[in-house]
């Protein structure tokens, strides 16, 4: 099984600063495979990310994906209020079973 | 738009079978796959498993001897049934259309929850 770890787990930060995500893989896996969801309180998760580097339809060109490897990054450029959410990265290949990272948590101040 | 609504009992006894349903609308279920992901309150996503409408069924092996996935294309629909549920099966239970390397739409969830 390939386990995800995202970090940091939570981050406190203002509108309108820049983030950076992290996930790493516990071994290799293709980018086509690394997937990206944002989830705010109350709501189903909603795809992001996808491939890495792909953003889903009606995502705002502030999210962008990166990575390769065992090393992945969410970052979003611009942070506006509504970013507020947990973000999960995702392994979803041809390596069963799919696995979720433990998520990591942004506030916004 | 796809649209997807998880059905079923909210409050399951122990040792009993979780059972629910998700209506497929907005697009065929015979397209794509269909998958089921559960969230403990407070916590992270598991991934259940997933079933293609030809048969193709995956499981998460940490569940896979108490789950099975099945599908109904005439009504549009597939289906969770989790046996021996036990307090740790307590969950937001989510079904989502899995188009090969990503979840893209999901249901808005439903909350079972186990209990005497």
């Known amino acids: 099984e390939i386990v995800l770890t995202q970090s940091p787990g939570t981050l406190s930060l203002s509108p309108g600063e820049r983030v950076t995500l992290s996930c790493r893989a516990s071994q290799s896996i293709s980018s086509n495979y690394l997937v990206w969801y944002q989830q705010k309180p109350g709501q189903a998760p909603r795809l992001l990310i996808y491939g890495a580097t792909t953003r889903a339809t009606a995502i705002p060109d502030r999210f962008s994906g990166s990575g390769s490897g065992t090393d992945f990054t969410l970052t979003i450029s611009r942070l506006e209020t509504e970013d507020c959410a947990v973000y999960y990265c995702?392994?979803?290949?041809?390596?069963?079973?799919?696995?979720f990272g433990q998520g990591t948590k942004l506030e916004i101040k | 738009q796809v649209h997807l609504q998880e059905s079923g009992p909210g409050l399951v006894k122990p040792s009993e079978t979780l059972s629910l349903t998700c209506t497929v609308s907005g697009g065929s279920i015979s397209t794509y796959y269909w998958t089921w992901i559960r969230q403990p309150p407070g916590k992270g996503l598991e991934w259940i498993g997933y079933i293609h409408h030809t048969g193709i069924i995956n499981y998460n092996p940490s569940l896979k001897s108490r789950v099975t996935i099945s599908v109904d294309t005439s009504k549009n629909q597939f289906s969770l049934n989790l046996s021996s549920v036990t307090a740790a099966d307590t969950a937001l239970y989510y079904c989502?259309?899995?188009?090969?390397?990503?979840?893209?739409?999901w249901g808005q969830g439903t909350l079972v929850t186990v209990s005497s």
């Open positions: 995702q392994q979803c290949g041809n390596l069963l079973p799919y696995t």
């Open positions: 989502a259309r899995h188009r090969g390397t990503n979840f893209d739409y």
